[in-house]
């Protein structure tokens, strides 16, 4: 297949760069490497070229293969080397006027065809074009490192792009072998926006004392599917380049609350503490592996109390056949006796709350998160208040425990750890489709694929049912009187008749 740019330049020989060439030039398209630096091209076409070998010597590219690929890779050594090329992609560093000083360089030099992109995953398109005569040719295409494993691209219209560019664009990214997306010129576009709520909402529950990182990061592997906890997310990433993007995106929406960062990774930024590349960041580091502390031991308990479970607990039917399978002594009465442990499943409420608005014994009270099915998870996670006594909560643990399933007990916190992180998501999630920054589809293709979640954040809430979603919300609000929590419209009306959260008005 004849590739849609037969002559195609990129700008920035670093790792993005590097990527973006390789997969281009395996598409067919001659390919123009450059960089300032020349000794860059040199290094990026040499490491490209050991890959497309490592491929041959695995069986998985031919011989010919190869030596066309590299054929189609070439070094330019000045601006003017890109002049026949229909498509030029920016890959340079994440700075405005250095960008807008390349291109407005640039474009007297190409074609008045030539496709003008960028590679920004933070600053606006639009900004980036508006000094260029020809903004109708300029848009964005953000990839995803490494490139030629991350599978999605998306396609960014300024304000003056033409549609038919960003056609164009997704065509070729299909032939790169890549998932194209459509996201308006919004902070973030689609998948960095979409992630905010994952980290961002676990530095709040360490900030509260909650939890600590490695149990935040074992909860919501376990009980959500995460492939990485935030925490292991943040140090993969490097804190140095995280933190100034959940900035750059509060800043751009002018302190919306449910983006706001945290004096958490501000300090630890600051301090060098940024993640694996330098051995230490949430986690310390030897020979590349993070240094996770041991989960506690279940205690021991020789006398088990009885079990009361609150009649408003969510999902309560599936509570009680749980505590019949695990062997518990199930009070039915309409209160608890004076000895047993009392049991709430909160949506969004804290264990506190519940305890005095059931006039329930806090010093007995312990909370259980069921907001997913107990089968679908890997642990159970239950919440203590301030007065719980140490023997109930030993006793909770001890019981949740008795099945082999791992067990996390931690500090009273509205909507516990998962509730509030997935809330955040498939929120955040909403509103993008509130917004029309993309498509409801386009939103779960780029959040699956760019950050790995184990369902789209629309599917999650569908999965969960947006009732609930919209009670851990409001009750949330409840808890902190923060209007980060505020329910989208988008969810609401949804959740209020019933909708899937992918259905799209007419």
Known sequence: MTPVFQQVAVIGA????????????????????????AEAVRKARESVFAQWDKLQEKGRLTVDVVEAYKSRLKAASI???????????????????IKRSLFAELEPLVAADCVLVTNTSSLSVTAIAAGLQRPAQFAGYHFFNPVPLMKVVEVIAGIRTAPAVCEQLSTYACQMGHTPVQAQDTPGFIVNHAGRGYGTEA???VNEGVADFATIDRILKDQVGFKL??????????????????ESIYNQYYQEPRYRPSVI????????????KVGEGFYKYIDGQAQVPAESEVP??????????????????????????????????????PQALTLVAPLGFDITTVAVVERLDPARTVGIDMLFEDAATKRRVLATNPATRQDMRDAAHALFARDGKAVSVIRDSGGFVTQRVVGNIVNIASDMCQQQICSPED?????????????????MGDKLGPTNVLEVLFNLQTVYGDTRYRPSPWLRRRGAIGLSLMHAEA
């Open 300 to 337: 021991v308990v020789t006398e088990m109390p009885p079990v009361w479970v609150s009649p408003r607990a969510s999902r309560r039917l599936e509570l009680l056949q749980l505590l019949k399978d695990l062997s518990a002594r199930i009070e039915t009465g309409a209160s608890p006796s």
């Open 265 to 276: 990774t501000a300090q630890r930024t600051a301090g060098g503490l940024v993640g694996k």
């Open 229 to 246: 906890g935030p925490f292991e997310l943040f140090d993969l990433t490097a804190l140095d380049v995280s933190h100034p993007v959940m």
């Open 203 to 205: 530095l709040r529950i």
């Open 79 to 97: 601006l003017q080397d890109l002049a026949p090329c229909q498509l030029i992609i920016e890959a340079i560093v994440e700075r405005l006027d």
């Open 14 to 37: 670093g790792a993005m760069g590097r990527g973006i060439a390789q997969i281009a030039a395996q598409s067919g398209s001659q390919v123009w490497l450059y960089d300032t630096q």
């Open 443 to 459: 939103l779960e293709i780029a959040v699956t694929l760019g950050l790995g979640y184990p369902a789209g954040p629309l599917a």
